[in-house]
């Protein structure tokens, strides 16, 4: 990598690309990609009703949305996009809840996620499933590569020029360079908890299947919905630059961030479900942090803002 000169300072003289991964951590990708998909599409359909418990199913839907809102309130709406303000707790808590989803580190999901928003849909953008064409084999090949092929890309945003406000925070930094041990308790955790409320290893080792492997698949491809199905398919009521969507199917599974034709056209907003009926559990968890007084100055939209920015 080039020695970056005294004089770029600003972000745009910063590169892009901040080197390629090594071969270690490639692999250490890949992993964390067909694992948790192997559990869904192979094991799932042979595993269905076999040891699956109540208990399995409640550690799978606690476990699922406590690190999906590590995500959506932590990574996106909150170190990405500072929708609102956060205490020191709350950071630190958001940020190892995000951590165990197996999405990567906090600093480079919020420098990848903020390039995808600096390029939205162009040359530039990490994920976005139109840069091969528009013929149906060009499609195609645009869908899994904003849904996971991106991912298997050795080339790594530069954080220095997406991230530095994340840099320039020591509890980041640590939580961010623990990642793996985040990523060993979202698997052990469910396992203890089956294992010592069952009191066997065979109720260790279903929590461990269901609430461990079968739930971080099921989040990983919820998420990477979004950005694949989410630029493609439904409805653009707001006037964003780019091809976002909102798709209302995944409203819930997401926790409100496939209504993402609002959040491209307003990116700082705090809820994304802005019409009525649209359900956004992030924003509501958002609410109640604002409520305990660990949230303040969150940016609500506004009926005059949501006027600027319809189609109509
Ligand atoms: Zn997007
Ligand atoms: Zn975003």
Redesign the pocket.
């Known amino acids: 990598m080039p020695p970056v000169s005294a004089t770029t300072t600003t972000a745009e003289r910063t590169p892009m690309l901040a080197g390629r991964r090594g071969i270690g951590e490639s692999i250490l990708v890949k992993l964390f990609v067909v694992l948790p998909l192997l559990a869904l599409v192979v094991a799932v359909p042979f595993a269905w009703g076999w040891g699956l418990g109540w208990l399995d199913v409640g550690l799978t839907v606690f476990f699922y949305y406590a690190t999906g809102l590590g995500v959506t309130v932590g990574f ?1 709406r909150y170190f ?2 500072r929708a609102f303000t956060a205490n020191r707790g709350l950071r630190v808590g958001l940020a190892i809840a995000g951590s165990m989803s197996f999405q990567g580190p906090v600093i480079t999901w919020v420098a990848d ?1 903020r390039r ?2 600096a390029y939205a849909d162009k040359e530039g953008d990490p994920h976005s499933p139109w840069l091969y064409g528009t013929s149906v084999a060009a499609v195609a090949k645009g869908f899994a590569h904003a849904h996971v092929g991106w991912l298997f890309e050795r080339d790594q945003t530069n954080a220095a020029r997406f991230a530095p406000d994340l840099l320039a925070d020591d509890d980041l930094r640590r939580v961010d360079r623990l990642f793996m041990l985040w990523s060993t308790v979202s698997l052990l955790a469910p396992a203890v908890i089956g294992g010592l409320v069952t009191w066997s290893w065979w109720g260790a080792l279903t929590a461990l299947f269901w609430a461990g492997f079968v739930r971080i698949g099921l989040l990983h491809h919820v998420t990477w919905s979004i950005n694949s199905i989410c630029h493609m398919i439904g409805e653009r009521p707001f006037a964003a630059r780019d091809r976002s969507t909102n798709f209302w199917p995944l409203a819930v599974a997401s926790m409100g961030e496939s209504w993402h034709n609002l ?1 491209h056209a307003d ?1 700082t907003c705090a809820r994304h479900g802005v019409l009525p009926g649209q359900i956004d559990m992030s924003a509501r968890l958002i609410w109640i942090f604002e409520k305990l007084g660990w949230a303040s100055r969150v940016r609500w939209p506004t009926p005059r803002r949501l006027d600027q920015l319809s189609r109509r």
């Open positions: 996106h990405t996009h996620h995808h928003h959040h990116p």
